[in-house]
């Protein structure tokens, strides 16, 4: 209503043909800048973007090249723009296909000079009119009253019937804002207490508030607003928190700003439409300076979210899409950056939406950042706003960093400057300008202030005596420094880029470390070794402070490296400074690191906690290191070039205190002091006195005070060893770590290569772990693509494995144990790899140092070190001490260092000798000090039996080099015989110390063993009749019971479960061991014989996976009938179990002692367990799958029927034909009575007949009748399927079993329905059968589903659990309170299969399959006074064949409806009939038979149930009814092979599924018709059968189109999850725009799929949080509530944005698992951190169908809670 005629005046006329016009005037544009909304797919381009924010929008990306590239995905957090068509984004591909099109087209004119002058003043008035309007009302705080200049005045009123409206000014809203620091459960509190709402209105308001930014909460007179206002202020300000924002004001100014908002809307979306418009806006908003940006940028944290994004959102679109609109944006924006940050500090809302997050769209375009340096010295206000708050954190010149203080936050918020200028510095300049140098030096000494207060903060000092009563804080500034790490690169990078500036950078560096040298750097005195007096700084690591910080020491060794670009070194005369530190003043600092570190190797530091511990982790972090242990290795090495070698080697020796230990005589003054301590102690504890206490009292206080002495000193050893480790290690690191451009003579790509090949020495790694490792550049890019190919191979993924990279066997020699970039734990871990390798490989055992690349010319002089005096002679140090077997300051791992540092020396002369540079002559010098003569020595020494094949090699490559130089030809003769010598001493001593040790081994083995023979024969002859009795025994069961192998060799060729011609065999009943109290017990035999009962762990569930009707639901479980599954399946319960036995006994006290634990569990910590204590759940003791039941270990049902065979074999069974079996039937429910319930007496009244209880009559009233009217033969055999001791002899079990069984019963009669517990139900019994029914069901799908033939891979907890339930279903009877409800349920059973009705369901709603189990196990106790059991009878086999029937039915009625063999492409009929007679002619005319019958029963169904005749193929409806009655067959196998345990045909168990053979093989072994259906139904009985069925009226409803919705026409479909795209892409760009169900409009946070139903739903958002159940308060999420009905309570979902699965089972259970798409490395993104493109894995998504269509998504839920209980818990009912 006041948007259309602004319009109108703005156009003149209809506006739609003049925003026409005005889009026809532009050229198609060649840059996107669509804005991202919160949670939108971007995509990035690895290959040609310019950095990682350069991003293009889904339909860019589809649209081009980038899509082919290395692209990266992820969710945008809402602010940016698609970049597509900026130049300055991408190296190359900068266009989409789409806007390619603006690109060719030229821009002929201005579009504002085609456009008509009066319409340009028009848009030009009205935008004037808009900006300042919403400008001055959005942000507007004074008073209660609107500008003076927007109230109505008198003469301004119109004449209107709503007068009132002028008058209103007395109404007021009490508005709450939203901020960051108040949760949602706090909000929602505070809203209840404070405005006396509901849970549900309080929830509404906060979700409102989240995400608009505020909600008005209550609208009245200005002293109730008040008041509203003072409560909720109150309530959060507790705890000297900062309250809540909430403001009282007129309802006139809301009004206003509602319209101002709508107007920012209006005016982003004209903008969007024409560049027209964008032009006028710009130059509105630039006029006078900007000062209308100027004033947003002021008062941005003043307006609330949604107003501070709409804002962003006009200024993106109104400016930042033309260059130069975007340039001058960009100053404002520059020069008001510091009011601006220091806004946002004080604000209480995140960075993304804040004015300053509009930094990263302006400061990642190079030409404006290099533009903003050059002229608005950017980079020196960032610097500034920083070093402000900086300075409020100054102590003593330093950065304290306090993270336990209250004002922490300010300076956290502070810190995104460090991104902006991250962002500034990205892109070095190509051509530098006076300005361009000034600007960015001037931010450059800022920045040296910076890094000068960060040098040598957090200082530690070594604790001793007493351990550190508070861990110092430590995170801030590990914090800073990561942030910081990413700018420092770029610096340097800036730098070098220019001789001029690297030179003014180099100076000013200078000059801030002398700034900085403090006096401690000028104290000196001299330390003397061999001939070598130093001058070393005085200063002791171990008692003085030390920090790990030193950015500017690290930044000089980062610009030193590119001095030499340019002529230029550290001593050159421009970088003459006053105070500039000398070399040794340079690596001092660092130097005390190191040294540090060493002593926290050494255990020195014990005392100073977890802090320094972490510091040193994060130190050698990849996330660190760059900017600092490679720093200080370069630093190292520069001092290594700046001093002389043995120089250098003596201050390292002093830093590390060990100039005593150098000295030749260091063990005997070691030794000496010892002996002295030890006659010391012994004087003293030999003085006498003449008082004998005193005495006493002297000796133990001398004696203890000495020995203390002698601890310590034993300590100082062993510090002193790893120490000397240490030392040895950081020399070897100087001399050999060149793998870093501008040291080594090496590339970018070889420090990747090197890095890569040292961690997959350690092991093959996947590409996740192992890009994660490698340390990322200043783009996030690892550079790991481009060379992996040529070191490693990558095997790819199987199975539930990763895919993995593996070292390339070339690549093996390039390892280096000692590789600097090593933990303890990495050097040691790839020592074991590697050792083992070669001991696979038949290789020597050891590790050589590999050849190193050559140094660069600035850095050959470190070489020196491997051949100056003082090396040498800690060379000859060690490997004497290593001779000395009394030397105890030397060890193994100082020797294999030696080694090392030899081998790499050999290498370096080896290298100088083949580039004719005789500079570098190590073997020469070393003959000073003997150097092969101790090598030789230690030969075959017992110290070095660890490493003697590094030795040996060492030795040999010793002769290698020696054999080089011509000059020493003679000298290499007489060293290739002292090789061969050497060589061969050194294999003898081997071969000599293995076969002293192999001899040593047998003894000992002999020992042993004749020792144990010795007491094996003492333990005979005492239980000598022991053993007599079990020989014995064991020679009775040999011979009474067969072997399993026997029992199959014995048994028949053919099979047959049930009815007359059943093949019983004897049960085999096995043995069962507790796994609680691990004793052993048998379950009773059917003979009498009875163990303790023993039960199975069991879960009992809900479930509706077998559902083929999504639509319905089981809404009334409390009254449901559960008399008979439905046809479409649509509930169900299933029963599952681990497979552990337990005594019943023992199951019981542990799940009391689980109750009673968590019963004492405070109720707020339940929540997080795998399993709830309330629904009884458990976890199995042993494998700890979920269970909420014990099912009961039972005898075999048929134990009595094998017996009574074996006792009369040739004993005759009256037989009955199936006629006259119906006509018993029919007798029963003839004389069937029904009894109404009584009032007050039944504990539940009987659903599964509403009108009352159906009670059969007496078997000798059913016999009489039947006597009648067939025969006294047929009458007797009616009763023998009754009353024969087979059926009626049920073993007897312990009451304690019984017990068990009751509660197993009720437990699946209460969690199969959720209802409440009842006891007494008459639905108990049926619900058991209903369970067993339903598992079999899956189990046959699991199996079909796997393409498996019937009992194929069938897991022991498979077999366990359903031979132990379908036991438990046919002893049922015998555990009811009544009976009366087991004769009920057969005969309404009986009633609705053999008459019918208009209450009973007609034959297409029922499962066949369900009324034959139920059947089954309840008809031989129809009669009242008969308890019996189903074992496989002729009744059984009956039974079968009338339920088959109804099966065959249901098939022939829904043929027209699903016919899925017709509308496939078949062989023609003339190849068929070639095909058929490669069988027997009989079997082909039985198929004939039965195609022809098929057609007739076709035609003869549907004709009574009055449907028009369809033609059809014989052959083709034979082929269907084959495959669609498969499945019906299978689950009746499984039923009846469990329940009579007659083992099962091979066919069943093939690892080759063919349906067909399984087929006939199933109707033999159901002792059916062997080759042809229509003998098992030819009886005339049966076809009254299907005249009653099908001439019910619902059949033809259901069956025609009216009805088609509940007729079940799939018979054989295994239900599967909803398909999903193979690009990932695809599938987040679908939901991208999926909106919030609850909202208006907006956007879901968190999509997310249901994989069962395919539904979209708003989940972890309280927007669309239901209370559930209803009327109890409590609030449940989007999955909770939909998983409750879609299944059952348990789900599986996809979190789209994520890429997570989502598994919820109940209320508060569920997890999150692997999704099904991986990359092309075979691993899972889930969060997207990685951003690779994500695929739909084919075996990963069958893998999730499995688990559940097999149920056990409860119990993943449990095994991954329970293997993550450290994980901080999720609330999964808010999910």
Request: charged content about 20%.
């Amino acid at each position: 209503m006041l948007f259309d005629p602004l319009e109108r005046f703005m156009c003149g006329g209809d506006p739609s043909q003049v925003y026409q016009m005005v889009r026809q005037l532009d050229t198609p544009p060649s840059l996107c800048g669509r804005v991202f909304k919160n949670g939108d797919p971007t995509y990035g381009c690895r290959d040609c973007g310019m950095d990682p924010t350069c991003v293009l929008c889904a339909d860019c990306f589809k649209n081009s090249a980038h899509s082919k590239h290395r692209y990266k995905i992820s969710t945008s957090s809402g602010g940016g723009y698609c970049d597509c068509g900026d130049r300055e984004a991408w190296k190359s591909d900068v266009f989409c296909d789409i806007h390619i099109k603006g690109q060719m087209a030229e821009q002929s004119k201005n579009p504002l000079e085609m456009i008509p002058p009066d319409l340009i003043e028009r848009i030009h008035l009205i935008f004037d009119c808009i900006l300042p309007y919403a400008k001055e009302l959005l942000t507007y705080e004074e008073g209660f009253s609107i500008p003076k200049d927007l109230e109505i005045r008198e003469q301004d009123r119109e004449p209107t019937n709503l007068s009132s409206l002028y008058d209103s000014k007395d109404t007021f809203v009490t508005m709450l804002y939203n901020d960051e620091t108040h949760t949602y459960d706090q909000v929602i509190g505070t809203l209840e207490r404070a405005i006396d709402c509901s849970q549900k209105d309080a929830v509404a308001f906060a979700t409102s508030i989240d995400r608009e930014g505020r909600c008005i909460v209550r609208c009245s007179s200005f002293q109730q607003c008040s008041q509203t206002k003072n409560v909720m202020e109150k309530q959060t300000s507790r705890g000297s928190g900062r309250p809540l924002r909430v403001q009282v004001m007129p309802t006139y100014v809301i009004a206003h700003q509602i319209f101002a908002s709508r107007l920012l809307t209006w005016l982003h979306n004209i903008l969007e439409s024409a560049q027209a418009f964008r032009l006028i806006f710009s130059e509105i908003v630039n006029r006078d300076g900007g000062s209308i940006v100027e004033n947003i940028i002021w008062t941005d944290t003043k307006m609330w979210k949604t107003a501070r994004v709409q804002w962003h959102r006009l200024f993106i679109s109104g400016m930042l899409m033309d260059q130069e609109s975007k340039k001058m944006f960009a100053r404002t924006f520059t020069k008001n950056y510091s009011r601006m940050m220091k806004d946002f500090i004080l604000d209480d809302h995140d960075h993304a939406v804040s004015v300053a997050s509009l930094g990263v769209q302006l400061f990642t375009m190079p030409t404006i950042a290099h533009m903003l340096v050059a002229e608005e010295d950017v980079l020196a206000r960032l610097l500034n706003t920083f070093l402000s708050e900086c300075d409020k954190k100054l102590k003593d010149n330093k950065l304290a960093l306090e993270q336990r203080s209250s004002n922490t936050l300010p300076f956290r918020r502070i810190q995104y400057i460090l991104y902006d200028l991250k962002y500034l510095l990205g892109v070095k300049p190509e051509v530098w300008t006076r300005e361009l140098r000034s600007g960015f030096l001037h931010g450059y000494n800022l920045l040296l202030r910076l890094l000068g207060m960060m040098q040598g903060m957090d200082p530690m000092v070594r604790q001793v005596g007493t351990h550190m009563e508070y861990e110092p804080e430590w995170e801030s500034a590990f914090n800073l420094h990561i942030k910081l790490a990413a700018v420092i690169p770029l610096v340097i990078e800036w730098a070098a880029s220019d001789r001029i500036v690297l030179i003014k950078a180099y100076r000013m560096l200078m000059k801030s470390l002398a700034e900085l040298c403090t006096e401690d750097m000028k104290r000196r005195y001299v330390r003397e070794l061999l001939d070598y007096s130093v001058s070393c700084i005085e200063y002791d690591v171990s008692s003085a402070p030390v920090s790990i910080h030193l950015p500017l020491s690290r930044l000089v060794a980062g610009l030193t490296l590119h001095l030499d670009k340019y002529g230029l070194n550290y001593n050159s005369p421009e970088f003459l400074v006053t105070g500039k530190p000398s070399p040794e003043e340079l690596m001092e600092p660092v130097l005390r690191t190191q040294v540090m570190i060493a002593q926290v190797h050494a255990g020195m530091w014990r005392r100073n906690g977890f802090s320094l511990i972490n510091q040193i982790y994060f130190y050698h972090n990849v996330r660190c290191r760059q900017e600092m242990l490679d720093r200080d290795v370069m630093l190292l090495q520069i001092a290594a070039t700046l001093i002389d070698s043995n120089e250098i080697l003596v201050h390292l020796l002093n830093r590390f205190n060990l100039m005593s230990w150098a000295q030749e005589d260091y063990e005997m003054k070691y030794l000496r002091d010892e002996v002295e301590d030890g006659v010391a102690v012994k004087a003293h504890a030999t003085t006498t006195t003449p008082h004998r206490a005193f005495r006493v009292f002297r000796q133990v206080h001398l004696v203890l005070g000495n020995s203390s002495r002698l601890g310590n000193d034993e300590d100082n050893m062993r510090q002193t060893v790893v120490l000397v480790e240490e030392y040895l290690q950081l020399v070897m690191t100087i001399v050999s770590e060149r793998y870093t451009p501008g040291i080594g003579q090496i590339g970018e790509e070889e420090r990747i290569k090197k890095e890569i090949i040292q961690l997959l020495s350690i092991e093959p790694m996947p590409h996740s772990v192992l890009n994660k490792a490698l340390p990322e550049g200043t783009n996030h890019e690892t550079g790991m693509e481009k060379v992996i190919d040529s070191v490693a191979d990558f095997k790819k993924s199987s199975g539930a494995t990763k895919g993995f990279y593996e070292l390339k066997k070339s690549y093996y020699s390039h390892y280096n144990l000692f590789f600097y970039h090593y933990t303890r734990e990495e050097q040691s871990k790839s020592e074991v790899a590697q050792r083992a390798r070669k001991k696979n490989a038949g290789e020597e055992e050891c590790c050589p140092p590999p050849v190193p690349p050559a140094f660069t010319v600035p850095f050959t002089m470190i070489v020196n070190i491997l051949q100056c005096d003082v090396f040498l002679h800690i060379l000859k140090t060690v490997l004497k001490r290593m001779m000395d077997l009394k030397a105890q300051s030397v060890s193994e791992s100082q020797l294999q260092k030696v080694l090392h540092l030899v081998g790499y020396a050999l290498h370096e002369e080896e290298r100088y000798y083949h580039n004719n540079d005789p500079y570098f002559h190590f073997t020469r010098r070393a003959q000073k000090i003997n150097l092969l003569a101790l090598l030789e020595g230690l030969v075959g020494h017992q110290r070095t039996t660890t490493h003697k094949d590094l030795l040996a090699w060492t030795i040999r490559k010793y002769h290698s080099v020696l054999s080089l130089s011509a000059s020493s030809s003679k000298e290499a003769q007489t060293s290739e015989a002292v090789m061969a010598s050497t060589s061969t001493s050194v294999a003898a001593s081997a071969s000599s110390e293995k076969k002293r040790r192999s001899d040593i081994a047998a003894q000992r083995k002999a020992r042993i063993m004749l020792k144990m023979a010795s007491m094996q024969q003492n333990f005979i002859k005492t239980n000598e009749t022991l053993f007599q009795e079990t020989s014995s025994t064991e020679q009775t069961n040999d011979v009474v019971e067969p072997t399993p192998m026997d029992l199959t060799e014995q048994l028949p060729e053919d099979m047959i479960a049930i009815g007359p011609r059943q093949t019983l065999v004897q049960p085999q009943e096995l043995s069962h061991t507790c796994i609680l109290c691990h004793q052993e017990d048998q379950v009773g035999r059917g003979d009498g014989s009875t163990g303790r009962a023993m039960v199975l762990g069991a879960l009992v569930q809900r479930s509706t996976v077998l559902s083929r009707n999504r639509a319905r639901r089981l809404d009334q479980p409390d009254t449901h009938d559960p008399l008979i599954l439905p046809a479409d399946l649509y509930w169900g319960a299933h029963t599952s179990s681990c497979g552990h036995t337990m005594h019943a006994h023992c199951w019981q006290e542990y799940f009391d002692d689980v109750v009673k634990k968590e019963r004492r569990r405070p109720y707020r910590f339940r929540q997080n367990l795998s399993f709830d204590i309330e629904k009884s759940e458990y976890l199995c003791p042993l494998c700890e799958a979920l269970c909420n039941t014990a099912l009961p270990l039972l005898p075999s049902v048929t134990a009595t029927a094998v017996n009574l065979r074996n006792q009369d074999p040739q004993s005759a069974t009256p037989t009955i034909s199936l006629t006259d079996w119906i006509k018993g039937l029919q007798t029963i429910l003839k004389h069937k009575s029904l009894h109404s319930h009584r009032d007050g007496k039944e504990e539940e009244e009987d659903t599964s007949c509403p009108e009352g209880t159906w009670t059969p009559p007496l078997l000798s009233s059913v016999v009489k009748d039947l006597m009648s009217i067939t025969s006294p033969e047929t009458a007797e055999a009616f009763t023998n399927l009754f009353s024969n001791l087979a059926a009626t002899t049920i073993p007897a079990v312990p009451g304690y079993t019984m017990n068990m069984m009751s509660n197993f019963a009720h437990a699946v009669y209460m969690h199969g329905l959720g209802v409440h517990p009842n006891s007494g139900s008459r639905r108990i019994p049926l619900m058991v059968w209903a369970s067993a029914a339903y598992t079999i069901l899956t189990l046959e799908e699991t199996q079909r589903n796997a393409n498996r033939a019937l009992l194929t891979s069938l897991s022991s907890r498979q077999r366990d659990c359903l031979s132990a339930l379908i036991r438990f279903a046919a002893y049922v009877p015998q555990c009811v309170k009544k009976k009366q409800s087991i004769e009920s349920a057969s005969v309404c059973l009986l009633s609705t299969i053999l008459e019918g009705g208009e209450t009973a369901p007609c034959i297409l709603e029922w499962d066949s399959f369900s009324a034959l189990v139920t059947l089954s196990l309840s008809l031989p106790s129809i009669f009242p006074k008969i308890l019996g059991m189903a074992v496989g009878s002729t009744q059984d086999l009956y039974l079968l064949q009338v339920c088959f029937l109804a099966h065959l039915v249901q098939l022939l009625l829904t043929y027209e409806k699903q016919n899925p063999v017709s509308e496939m492409e078949v062989e023609d009929e003339e190849e068929r009939d070639e095909e058929v007679p490669k069988d027997s002619g009989e079997e082909s005319g039985a198929t004939t038979g039965d195609a022809e019958w098929l057609v007739s029963m076709l035609d003869h169904c549907r004709s009574m149930a009055s449907l028009p005749p369809i033609a059809v193929q014989p052959q083709r409806l034979l082929e269907y009814i084959k495959e669609n009655c498969l499945p019906f067959l299978r689950c009746c196998g499984l039923f009846f092979h469990f329940l009579t345990e007659v083992p099962a045909p091979e066919e069943l168990q093939s690892s080759v599924f063919v349906w067909e053979s399984e087929f006939y093989c199933l109707l033999r072994y159901l002792g059916l018709s062997m080759n042809q259906l229509r003998p098992t139904f030819s009886d005339p009985a049966l076809l009254e059968l299907v005249s009653r069925w099908c001439s019910d009226s619902r059949v033809r409803t259901l069956v025609t189109s009216a009805g088609s919705e509940a007729c079940v026409n799939s018979w054989t479909r295994i239900n599967q999850l909803v398909s999903l795209p193979h690009d990932y892409s695809e599938l987040i760009n679908t939901v991208s725009q999926f909106p919030c169900p609850a909202s208006s409009g907006d956007d879901s946070r968190t999509p997310t799929m249901c994989l069962v139903c395919g539904k979209m739903l708003c989940s972890q958002s309280y927007c669309c949080q239901t209370e559930f159940p209803e009327g109890s308060r409590v609030m449940v999420g989007a999955c909770t509530y939909h998983a409750h009905y879609c299944g059952a309570g348990t789900g599986i979902f996809l979190r789209v944005r994520e890429c997570k699965i989502l598994l919820l089972s109940g209320r508060i259970k569920g997890c999150f698992v692997s999704p099904p798409y991986l990359d092309e490395y075979g691993e899972t993104d889930q969060g997207l951190k990685r951003g690779n493109p994500l695929h739909l894995d084919a075996t990963q998504y069958s893998r999730l169908h499995a688990m559940w269509l097999s149920h056990s998504i409860p119990d993943t839920i449990a095994h991954t809670v329970e293997s993550n209980s450290g994980v901080v818990a999720t609330e999964w009912q808010h999910l």
